[in-house]
Every structure is written in structure tokens, then in C-alpha cells.
């Protein structure tokens, strides 16, 4: 059974740090693009960054460039989300993503941006 479970949200200030967290399991982690999407309120989901299977490819929506970095540990069969200078326009749920095959997804978490 597919399992991805999402930690690391909550409240941040404007400017501030927040680091996402997604356990993977059921599946071979190594083998699967890994990739974080957001659903703000009353808008639809949209893709935020991507991660090859060896780390060696790292793709980003624009507006998180140079803010947003996403990594993988294939050990713990963990991707992470590290997202510095928060703004509150990055206020969503975030979701993680596995492709494997199919697309599988966490429960979300919530990030919230604001002062």
C-alpha cells in the first residue's frame, strides 16, 4: 500500500523558513519522480517543483525559483521542501507527489504565511 505522509507545515512571518517533510512508503522510493505541488484557497492545485530519481535534475515553478529547494534522501525514502523568504502568496496545502507508475498523493499539509 502507497503511503506518502507530509510534516513540516504550519505558520511562518513573511520572510521566514519552512521545511516540508514526505515519508514515502509501499513502493520503491529510488525509482519514482518525486514532486510538490499547492492548492491555495479557491484556486486549483498547481505543480511547485520536481525531482529526478538520483537528484541529479531539479525543476521549479518561477515563482519559487531561488527560494524553494526540493531534495530527496533514497535512505529514508524522503523528499523534502525547504522554502525560505515565505511569502504570503505562498500561503496552500502542500501535496507530495510520486510518480510510479500512477500518480500517488499525501494528505496535504498547510503552510500559512502571514504576520
Known amino acids: 500500500q502507497v503511503q506518502l505522509v507530509e510534516s513540516g507545515g504550519g505558520l511562518a512571518q513573511p520572510g521566514g523558513s519552512l521545511r516540508l517533510s514526505c515519508a514515502a512508503s509501499?513502493?520503491?522510493?529510488?525509482?519514482?519522480?518525486m514532486r510538490w505541488y499547492r492548492q491555495a484557497p479557491g484556486k486549483e492545485r498547481e505543480w511547485v517543483a520536481a525531482i529526478s530519481v538520483s537528484a541529479t535534475t531539479t525543476t521549479y515553478k518561477d515563482s519559487v525559483k531561488g527560494r524553494f529547494t526540493i531534495s530527496r534522501d533514497n535512505a529514508k525514502n524522503t523528499v523534502y521542501l525547504q522554502m525560505n523568504k515565505l511569502k504570503p502568496e505562498d500561503t496552500a496545502v502542500y501535496y507530495c507527489?510520486?510518480?510510479?507508475?500512477?500518480?500517488?498523493w499525501g494528505q496535504g499539509i498547510q503552510v500559512t504565511v502571514s504576520s
Open positions: 509501499g513502493f520503491t522510493f529510488s525509482s519514482a519522480t
Open positions: 507527489n510520486a510518480a510510479y507508475g500512477m500518480d500517488y
